[in-house]
């Protein structure tokens, strides 16, 4: 039902920005607030006449005249008229304007072409999907490391439900945990090999080479798996999740 909301949504020309089952962030692509907001309910009102969707709930709550969006941690949005000033400078950014890259390159006395001069998110976080509040229903993607709604219990920093502000269950989460780490390990395990040069899954066990000449790399690479497993430790580690952190160290001592 969601896929087909969303491709509703694109067949009626709108372009989706962000989405998930609680909310859909999408661009209209008009010029004013007042055309935006016309456009939108033309589509919730569109929507709602399909007898497939007459049991669900839509309606818009928020509207931005001018947004930058990289992931729900990294948004940016201006309400209303944009101010003089704010306009050129967010506009800018928005472009990729080039005088405005090589100034800040300089300021950080950075080539402009060098990889330091491009924005990399410093945080490795990791979603895990459909958490469901056991007291209000509610059900969301949790973001293990960036999601603000936080809370401590009895000295033990948990995670709030962004609905009703009860804590989720930190042993609950800590199983899922445990099951995206063990399934991923075992998918790294496991997996098909591929050609550099033309892409082909490898057929043959013995083989070196492809038939191609190309060399064979896994799929999933050590460095993603890792990455993981420093993300969970992390995560292990400020929440007091030990049967979590034991799995994770012993993968750690696993060799890739």
Known sequence: MFLRIIAEFKRLGATIVYADFNRIILSSVKKSVSDALGYVDYVVQSLRNKEMFHSMQ????????????????????????????????????????????QSQ???????????????????????????????????????????????????????????????????EIEMRM???????????????????????????????????AGNFVPLISGKEIETLLNTFNNVASYHKMQLLQQTVLQALKTPR
Request: net charge negative; aromatic share 8%; proline share 2%.
């Open 58 to 101: 839509l309606s818009f709550e928020q509207c931005w005249n001018f947004m930058l969006w990289l992931d729900q941690s990294n948004f940016f949005g201006i309400r209303g008229k944009l101010p003089k000033g704010i306009d050129e400078t967010v506009t800018s950014i928005a472009a990729g304007n080039t005088t405005l890259r």
């Open 178 to 212: 445990i099951d995206v780490l063990q399934r991923k390990v075992m998918s790294y395990v496991l997996q098909d090999l591929r050609c550099v040069r033309c892409n082909e899954i490898k057929r043959e066990n013995l083989a070196e080479f492809c038939t191609c």
């Open 105 to 171: 390159a300089r300021s950080e006395d950075v080539g402009e072409f060098s990889d330091l001069a491009d924005w990399t998110d410093p945080c490795d976080t990791h979603i895990i999907n459909e958490v469901i509040c056991k007291a209000c229903n509610h059900c969301r993607d949790l973001d293990l490391c960036k999601d603000k709604q936080r809370a401590l219990k009895d000295g033990i920093p948990v995670w709030l439900c962004a609905q009703c502000y009860v804590a989720y269950d930190n042993e």
